[in-house]
């Protein structure tokens, strides 16, 4: 279908695999707010235990859907594994997948996280209109692959869904409004903060240094969801520098910077087939480590050498 191959083109021509990465923690920051999601997501604490590997199987999971369409029958099989999954979740947590705002915004967020973040630091240019067009056929599309649980009757959790891009716009932003803490509990408040606080982890281990990659994910997060998972508030200054660099980045990337000659994520999704992701989380923490020294023995060298520079010029002098 013509919408399938606008998503297609719009996401793998896309011009980083870091926006990703930001969307994916923030994203599900916002999604742990509801009670049944916070139990959900907590429930087996996969992202605390094997962040990186959830990362890289929902990053791989999504660029098939991507490649293969909303609507083929790839897309059907794979997304009733993820309704196998739920299903093992809902047999201990009755009620968690029922709610249709909240699996309608899990795939809105997929499609209107550029544009938020577009709007948030000033871009130049919005999304493509053409790929606002398509978002809401292929997440309803998308989204009708899901059911509720037997409980509730497997419904399809397309119903209702948004049938434009102003409404998908008002509905990303109605979520940020709604008091998800007044149909909560303390303990389901605290999951979901631990897990919004995992997510966020993940994400600093992967891409950034820890006090970056944080004020990166607070940036980009809500305000009302910052409030309600009590993930505090990001600093002023690398905030304002951060929005100032996407903003640039995006600005480059749509004015002045050539159109990519080959799509740069069916390169990802082929690495992705071709990796054990269950060893992601040891390589990473390797590779990490191996990092931390290098910053350690250059802060050390740095130590060292700039006393001995400023004796040497105050010495010759």
């Not at 606080?197 to 969801?225: H, K, M, Y």
């Amino acid at each position: 279908m013509e919408y399938d191959q606008i998503i297609r083109t719009a996401t793998f021509f896309a011009p980083s695999t870091f926006i990703a990465a930001v969307a994916y923690a923030t994203v599900f920051c916002i999604l742990t707010q509801p009670a049944n999601s916070a139990a959900a997501i907590h429930f087996g604490g996969r992202v605390v235990r094997r962040g990186h590997q959830r990362f890289y199987k929902t990053q791989l999971r999504q660029l098939d859907w991507v490649y293969y369409g909303s609507g083929s029958q790839e897309t059907a099989k794979d997304i009733e594994k993820v309704n196998r999954m739920h299903a093992n979740i809902w047999k201990q947590l009755p009620g968690t997948f029922s709610d249709l705002y909240e699996a309608h915004m899990s795939v809105i967020s997929m499609g209107y996280f550029e544009q938020w973040m577009r709007k948030l630091v000033g871009s130049q240019n919005e999304m493509h209109h053409k790929v606002k067009v398509a978002w809401p056929q292929w997440g309803e599309r998308v989204c009708d692959h899901f059911h509720t649980e037997p409980s509730d009757g497997r419904r399809s959790m397309a119903l209702n869904f948004s049938r434009t891009f102003e409404e998908i716009k008002t509905f990303g932003l109605r979520f940020d409004t709604i008091a998800c803490e007044e149909e909560s509990t303390p303990e389901l408040l605290q999951k979901g903060h631990e897990t919004a606080e995992a997510f966020n982890s993940q994400f600093c281990e992967l891409c950034c240094l820890q006090w970056l990659g944080r004020d990166v994910i607070l940036t980009f997060t809500p305000p009302g969801s910052r409030r309600r998972q009590n993930l505090g508030e990001p600093h002023r200054p690398v905030s304002a520098v951060i929005k100032s660099l996407l903003k640039l980045f995006f600005d480059l990337s749509d004015e002045l910077l050539p159109d990519p000659a080959k799509p740069n994520l069916p390169y990802v999704r082929e690495r992705l087939l071709a990796t054990n992701l269950n060893k992601t989380v040891k390589t990473i923490k390797m590779y990490r480590t191996k990092q931390d020294k290098s910053f350690i023995a250059v802060g050390l060298l740095a130590l060292v050498l700039l006393p001995a520079i400023y004796f040497y010029i105050n010495y010759r002098l």
